[in-house]
């Protein structure tokens, strides 16, 4: 006898039901295991951004530190020749980096900064006169070398090195006296800037190669007939030549650079030093018109490897600043102490590049192009340079540093 329409119908709904049942469960398994899987990843972005977190506030507790151990008159960080000193202010820079700020003062005429006196310390009267002056001299102190705490270790000064490498020698070192190297017995600079103008207790400098933050110990002016030596002598490797190894071969601007840097005035625009994103595209010419980089970075391309392609998967994910305070010559960062991490992700996207320029060859390889940054008016700028020594300014956009 043959089952009934109905018996057959409800056979179906029933396995129909089952089914649905079966999957419904696997896909909740599912989900359960990737909202798991999604927790973890979130809990180790908590501890890594955590991690990062304590790493600057040390940084920042040990600057500290040693910033008022200066002024300290404890016998035993400061001993008995010690002459303490209080800044009599900080300077407002447009270069909030080491990297990319000048090596000498004047080399770059647009360079901004601003001194403004310490409130409840020197009286804004203290510059009256002063813009009667076309110069004035600055002593202040090198802050962010990163051997200032081993300078005030018993014995002083143990840890210094007597020699440096002078970037115009190729390698060559010279005695840390006869240079203006920022690592000296004692971190303390001497600069000459371009009175521009003063307002109550705040100095308007030009031509300045001062980084953001600096502080200032003293404000001199210049006087010309003392100042100015005629005569005087230098070694040659000093003197300004034609052929100077650090002189650039040109600077050009891609269109998306400039659309980038006019979005990025937009919100950097009103804390600059600067009236418009003209002027800061003047200034990023005048900076990287010089090779900023270090003797090891122009002997052998290194840090901070980010092709065309890198940079725009690093933007999509917020990683432009990974890699940056290693591409400054003074850092002391070695890249194999780098996150493995943050070596992989490297690798991994420089490998990605490869392909990608192998593809479509829009673009040279990480090999070939290695991608530098500067940061100017908190605006993160990136470039390249061949080997012809022109310079590409490629993108910008605003520096979370």
Same mark, same amino acid.
């Given at each position: 006898?043959?089952?009934?329409?109905?018996?057959?119908?409800?056979?179906?709904?029933?396995?129909?039901?089952?089914?649905?049942?079966?999957?419904?469960?696997?896909?909740?398994?599912?989900?359960?295991?990737?909202?798991?899987?999604?927790?973890?990843?979130?809990?180790?972005?908590?501890?890594?951004?955590?991690?990062?977190?304590?790493?600057?506030?040390?940084?920042?507790?040990?600057?500290?530190?040693?910033?008022?151990?200066?002024?300290?008159?404890?016998?035993?960080?400061?001993?008995?020749?010690?002459?303490?000193?209080?800044?009599?202010?900080?300077?407002?820079?447009?270069?909030?980096?080491?990297?990319?700020?000048?090596?000498?003062?004047?080399?770059? $005429? &647009?360079?901004? #900064?601003?001194? =403004?006196? +310490?409130?409840?310390?020197?009286?804004?009267? @203290?510059?009256?006169?002063?813009?009667?002056?076309?110069?004035?001299?600055?002593?202040?102190?090198?802050?962010?070398?990163?051997?200032?705490?081993?300078?005030?270790?018993?014995?002083?000064?143990?840890?210094?090195?007597?020699?440096?490498?002078?970037?115009?020698?190729?390698?060559?070192?010279?005695?840390?006296?006869?240079?203006?190297?920022?690592?000296?017995?004692?971190?303390?600079?001497?600069?000459?800037?371009?009175?521009?103008?003063?307002?109550?207790?705040?100095?308007?400098?030009?031509?300045?190669?001062?980084?953001?933050?600096?502080?200032?110990?003293?404000?001199?002016?210049?006087?010309?007939?003392?100042?100015?030596?005629?005569?005087?002598?230098?070694?040659?490797?000093?003197?300004?030549?034609?052929?100077? $190894? &650090?002189?650039? #071969?040109?600077? =050009?601007? +891609?269109?998306?650079?400039?659309?980038?840097? @006019?979005?990025?005035?937009?919100?950097?625009?009103?804390?600059?030093?600067?009236?418009?994103?003209?002027?800061?595209?003047?200034?990023?010419?005048?900076?990287?018109?010089?090779?900023?980089?270090?003797?090891?970075?122009?002997?052998?391309?290194?840090?901070?490897?980010?092709?065309?392609?890198?940079?725009?998967?690093?933007?999509?994910?917020?990683?432009?600043?990974?890699?940056?305070?290693?591409?400054?010559?003074?850092?002391?960062?070695?890249?194999?102490?780098?996150?493995?991490?943050?070596?992989?992700?490297?690798?991994?996207?420089?490998?990605?590049?490869?392909?990608?320029?192998?593809?479509?060859?829009?673009?040279?390889?990480?090999?070939?192009?290695?991608?530098?940054?500067?940061?100017?008016?908190?605006?993160?700028?990136?470039?390249?340079?061949?080997?012809?020594?022109?310079?590409?300014?490629?993108?910008?956009?605003?520096?979370?540093?």
């Amino acid at each position: 006898m043959r089952p009934s329409w109905s018996v057959l119908s409800l056979a179906v709904a029933v396995t129909a039901a089952v089914a649905a049942a079966f999957a419904g469960r696997q896909w909740r398994n599912k989900c359960k295991q990737l909202e798991k899987k999604l927790m973890e990843l979130e809990s180790d972005l908590e501890v890594a951004s955590q991690q990062r977190s304590a790493e600057r506030t040390g940084r920042i507790r040990a600057q500290r530190e040693l910033r008022n151990g200066l002024v300290s008159k404890d016998l035993n960080i400061c001993n008995a020749s010690a002459y303490p000193m209080t800044p009599i202010g900080h300077v407002r820079s447009c270069f909030s980096t080491r990297n990319g700020t000048p090596r000498q003062p004047l080399l770059v $005429p &647009l360079a901004r #900064a601003c001194l =403004t006196l +310490s409130p409840g310390g020197v009286p804004p009267p @203290a510059l009256e006169g002063l813009d009667q002056y076309s110069h004035c001299w600055l002593l202040y102190v090198f802050h962010e070398n990163t051997d200032l705490p081993n300078l005030w270790k018993p014995p002083v000064h143990q840890a210094l090195k007597a020699k440096v490498r002078v970037p115009r020698l190729e390698g060559k070192k010279v005695g840390v006296f006869a240079t203006r190297s920022p690592h000296r017995p004692c971190p303390i600079g001497l600069t000459v800037g371009k009175v521009e103008k003063i307002t109550g207790r705040q100095l308007l400098l030009s031509g300045v190669d001062l980084v953001d933050g600096t502080p200032v110990l003293d404000v001199k002016p210049y006087l010309p007939y003392s100042d100015s030596i005629a005569g005087a002598s230098t070694p040659a490797w000093v003197k300004a030549h034609e052929d100077d $190894p &650090l002189t650039l #071969a040109s600077v =050009t601007f +891609s269109e998306q650079f400039s659309s980038d840097l @006019a979005k990025c005035w937009d919100t950097m625009g009103k804390h600059s030093l600067y009236s418009s994103c003209l002027e800061v595209e003047k200034l990023v010419a005048q900076v990287l018109s010089r090779d900023i980089r270090s003797l090891s970075q122009r002997q052998r391309p290194h840090n901070a490897i980010l092709s065309t392609l890198n940079e725009r998967q690093v933007r999509e994910n917020g990683l432009l600043e990974l890699g940056m305070a290693e591409i400054h010559e003074e850092t002391n960062i070695d890249q194999k102490e780098a996150p493995e991490s943050l070596s992989d992700r490297i690798t991994n996207m420089s490998n990605l590049a490869d392909y990608h320029g192998q593809e479509s060859g829009d673009f040279m390889n990480v090999r070939d192009l290695v991608v530098y940054h500067l940061i100017l008016e908190g605006i993160n700028i990136a470039y390249t340079i061949d080997d012809e020594g022109r310079v590409l300014i490629r993108s910008a956009i605003v520096s979370n540093q």
